[in-house]
């Protein structure tokens, strides 16, 4: 064989392989399945004639297929939704419990056409997640609806929608062409940067691993541009906010600033879905403690403050360790695997539990998982009395976790002892 011939050759095939290897290092990367949070998750469908062919309609299921295929289908549930005239609950959450089970059902799914009603397809969703809610308490509830229309009835659409948000379920609109109507987009997704506007719907395919990156957290979210080399970020956490709600709060604009204390945390930490970004949730407590928000429920800094604001005062008693035992729950079910996240709880009151032994067992048992605990303590605007300081002590992973104040208004003092931020 000629000599320069095999030189040409062998770098022509060195030349392709590494091409093969550029290519194949630019997509994106996923973890296994079992490494994704767990959630419930449902896809509502626009089938309406303005989609102007079941092809166009089968690139809206084959989106739908590519999304869910991060999930772990042995814990997460994924449930299909269609709307036209009418809507259609075409696949449960209880329906298929493997991957390559529902991603046949789905690709299967009609074209039908019609108008486009959203409002009978959210108000489907939500009878659905009543019952979901039921037998999945606990777990993210996440909403994602695909559209190429505005809605034919938009006032009825507005009343259903205000019951999405009331139940705090994540919700993702993704509008195609140019017929959509933003500011519907807007009303139905939980906040801004949850909202995709499309050329058409071949461009579904172009965010449906930035969307699966959202979903399956612990999942980078793909990009097409190089990271800032000095930039200031927070050091990865899961964090749980317990935030008394007690009567001897008095009122309303006490509790808000409380709750203006944790969005000033909030800023020095960075929420996403990214393996380096922070998850939020927040438990209120008085007589009972609630669940406002688990950790996979918002994916931004807007959306966690905007949740937090927007909670309500409750009054009654301080079970302190009701809130403590809803927080392992969440850590022990849902925390992420990775020695790099803090696992993190901040309790913030203003008095003393009213049951301070179950309250003990209670915090013996989350330091126990390795959850880092911070105390603030403010007075008892009520006048009853004050925090216990050696209830802080004990409750906070140490004395340098402890903060006290005398005043409402001082909790703005005490947040750079708190924060996380790192600069690199």
């Not at 690139?59 to 005239?85: A, G, P, Y």
């Not at 380096?276 to 994916?299: K, M, P, Q, Y």
């Amino acid at each position: 064989m000629n000599c320069a011939f095999t030189i040409q050759f062998s770098w022509t095939l060195a030349a392709l392989l590494l091409s093969l290897v550029l290519v194949e290092s630019q997509r994106t990367s996923f973890p296994n399945r079992r490494d994704c949070e767990v959630v419930d998750l449902v896809f509502i469908l626009d089938r309406s004639w303005s989609l102007r062919s079941p092809a166009n309609f089968q690139k809206e299921l084959d989106f739908v297929s590519q999304v869910v295929s991060v999930l772990d289908f042995e814990n997460s549930r994924v449930s299909v939704i269609t709307f036209s005239d009418d809507a259609d609950l075409n696949i449960r959450f209880s329906d298929y419990y493997t991957l390559a089970d529902f991603q046949r059902a789905v690709r299967a799914l009609p074209w039908v056409g019609g108008n486009t009603y959203t409002h009978k397809a959210i108000e489907l969703m939500m009878t659905e997640e009543n019952q979901r809610s039921r037998d999945r308490a606990g777990i993210t509830s996440i909403g994602v609806i695909v559209t190429d229309g505005g809605s034919t009835d938009p006032y009825r659409l507005e009343d259903v929608v205000r019951q999405v948000h009331d139940k705090r379920i994540e919700m993702y609109a993704i509008g195609v062409g140019d017929e959509v109507n933003q500011k519907e987009l807007e009303m139905l997704a939980s906040s801004y940067d949850h909202v995709y506007l499309l050329k058409n719907v071949n461009a579904l395919s172009q965010i449906q691993d930035k969307l699966a990156a959202r979903f399956c957290r612990g999942t980078p979210a793909p990009s097409t541009q190089a990271p800032p080399q000095d930039i200031c970020r927070s050091e990865p956490a899961d964090i749980f906010f317990l935030v008394d709600a007690s009567s001897s709060l008095l009122n309303q604009e006490n509790f808000a600033k409380e709750l203006q204390f944790v969005v000033r945390i909030v800023d020095n930490i960075i929420v996403g879905a990214r393996p380096d970004d922070s998850r939020v949730g927040v438990i209120t407590f008085s007589t009972d403690a609630t669940l406002e928000f688990g950790l996979s429920r918002h994916t931004s800094n807007r959306a966690v403050k905007d949740a937090i604001l927007a909670l309500n005062f409750t009054t009654g008693d301080t079970f302190t360790h009701k809130a403590i035992d809803i927080m392992y729950d969440q850590f022990n079910k849902f925390m992420r695997r990775s020695t790099r996240v803090k696992k993190i709880g901040f309790v913030i009151t203003d008095g003393q539990s009213t049951d301070p032994n179950s309250l003990r067992a209670s915090i013996d048992t989350v330091k126990a998982l390795g959850i880092e605990i911070y105390a603030v303590g403010c007075c008892e605007v009520s006048g009853a009395g004050d925090f216990d300081s050696q209830e802080l002590e004990m409750m906070a992973s140490d004395r340098s976790k402890v903060a006290q104040v005398d005043n409402l208004d001082k909790l703005n003092e005490i947040t750079f002892k708190l924060n996380l931020k790192t600069c690199t």
